[in-house]
């Protein structure tokens, strides 16, 4: 078992720290509030833990994905105010991160008190890891608490590049998450399903490589299916497709047929020309062919009994990325019902991660009825693969102690 520093190991008392968290959560584009508050609430044990044992609490986050500029689609400003609301208290947001504006903030600040910063990706120095800015970051603050396990298979200037300047030490989120997947790791009961979807296929898609020497099954949906269903010859219509990533695809099928994992990809999906509510949508068989103009939205409904038979007798599942758009009620199903089908399962250690993941599954009541609701995705997955993550390489190690603050 990894061995960390935590927040507890240190002396908090009237110092500013830099506390990064994965405050990347979903926002209505609607209202612009935040949609799903698990990321945010899975961060308050350490935020108040800070601010009760006299510390000044510096909060940095990312929210999705800006090009390294400004752009108020981005900005974290909704998420202050739901803060706000959870933790009871004042959080006073800075409309920039190391700027004169951020620095005057900080230095006014008393015990107890909280800054939430804005969105930390508004700089493209942070994707790269810059140095320097790592250093001006770093700067602002005594000591750096890291609680972002969502960002942890990210090597960023305000998780991992700090920890050059700073003690970097783990936040309870953090500390519980390496414990909860670590368990998963070690010692995985067969037969083991891996469920798959979400968007981020490029970024995911890899993955598959390492967890085919692990796992039994693996289920594909959401857009990550329409990269296989081409890679075999498919028509997916104007389906979300990573052209780059086909040939990657066939491999992945092909070493999964040699090792003798089961890889299975729907039969039918639900497609629709526009992702809108009310949308004109139908079901068509993946054999019969997405027509131009329609893009695939959502498992079919033989998919989904496939896929449920698929899950019967599995003792461990992890499930990362949705089945479909499951943000709009029209293309939910899926996720739905393999959400229902894992909380249904008995003796199984079933995981869900992911931050639109777990959206889904608050959305449909189900949290407590899996065994872990991870608030990583992409990081969950690279921990199962067996892979060391950069953003807990550099949290101090335990016997890298003592003494400081
Ligand atoms: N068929 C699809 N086409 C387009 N987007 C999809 C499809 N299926 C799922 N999605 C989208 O994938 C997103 C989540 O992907 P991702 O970030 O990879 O998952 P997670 O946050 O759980 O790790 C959701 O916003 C969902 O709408
Ligand atoms: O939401 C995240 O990952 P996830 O969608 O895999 O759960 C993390 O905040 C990482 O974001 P990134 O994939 O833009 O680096
Ligand atoms: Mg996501």
Not at 140 to 154: Q, W
Not at 230 to 248: F, H, I, M, N, P
Not at 301 to 328: C, D, R, Y
Request: a negative charge.
């Amino acid at each position: 078992m990894l061995k960390k520093l935590t927040v507890k190991d240190v002396d908090l008392k009237d110092k500013k720290v830099l506390l990064r968290v994965d405050f990347n959560v979903p926002i209505d584009k609607e209202t612009g509030e935040v949609a799903d508050d698990t990321r945010i609430k899975a961060a308050l044990p350490t935020i108040k833990y800070v601010l009760e044992n006299g510390g000044k609490a510096i909060l940095v986050s990312h929210l999705g994905r800006p090009k390294g500029k400004k752009d108020p689609k981005y900005s974290l400003k909704p998420v202050a105010k739901r803060l706000e609301q959870l933790l009871g208290r004042t959080v006073s947001f800075v409309d920039d991160c190391i700027g004169e504006g951020a620095k005057k903030v900080i230095e006014a600040m008393k015990e107890g008190e909280v800054v939430l910063l804005e969105n930390v990706r508004f700089y493209p120095e942070e994707k790269k890891n810059d140095p320097e800015f790592a250093e001006k970051l770093a700067s602002l603050a005594d000591i750096h608490v890291n609680d972002a396990f969502g960002t942890a298979h990210r090597a960023h200037a305000s998780n991992v590049g700090v920890a050059q300047y700073l003690t970097s030490v783990a936040g309870f989120l953090m500390e519980k998450e390496i414990a909860m997947l670590g368990k998963a790791v070690a010692n995985p009961e067969h037969p083991y399903v891996v469920i798959l979807g979400g968007a981020k296929v490029s970024d995911k898609i890899g993955v598959i490589t390492n967890l085919l020497k692990k796992a039994d099954r693996i289920l594909i949906g959401g857009a990550m299916m329409f990269t296989f269903l081409k890679a075999l010859g498919k028509q997916v219509g104007d389906s979300l497709v990573e052209e780059d990533k086909l040939e990657l695809a066939k491999e992945i099928m092909e070493e999964a047929s040699k090792r003798g994992v089961e890889f299975v990809l729907p039969i039918d999906t639900v497609i629709a020309k526009e992702i809108e509510a009310g949308a004109e949508s139908k079901v068509v068989r993946i054999d019969d062919g997405i027509p131009e103009g329609w893009k695939g939205l959502d498992i079919g409904p033989e998919t989904i009994e496939l896929f449920k038979s698929k899950l019967k007798g599995a003792k461990t599942v992890v499930w990362n990325g949705p089945m479909g758009v499951f943000e709009i009620d029209d293309f939910a199903k899926g996720t739905e019902e393999i959400a229902k089908a894992l909380a249904e399962l008995e003796d199984a250690t079933t995981i869900v991660g992911g931050g639109d993941s777990a959206a889904a599954i608050n959305k449909f009541n189900l949290a407590d009825k899996v065994s872990h609701v991870s608030t990583g995705g992409g990081a969950s997955l690279e921990m199962l693969e067996g892979k060391e993550l950069p953003g807990i390489a550099s949290i101090a190690d335990a016997d890298e102690k003592k003494n400081d603050g």
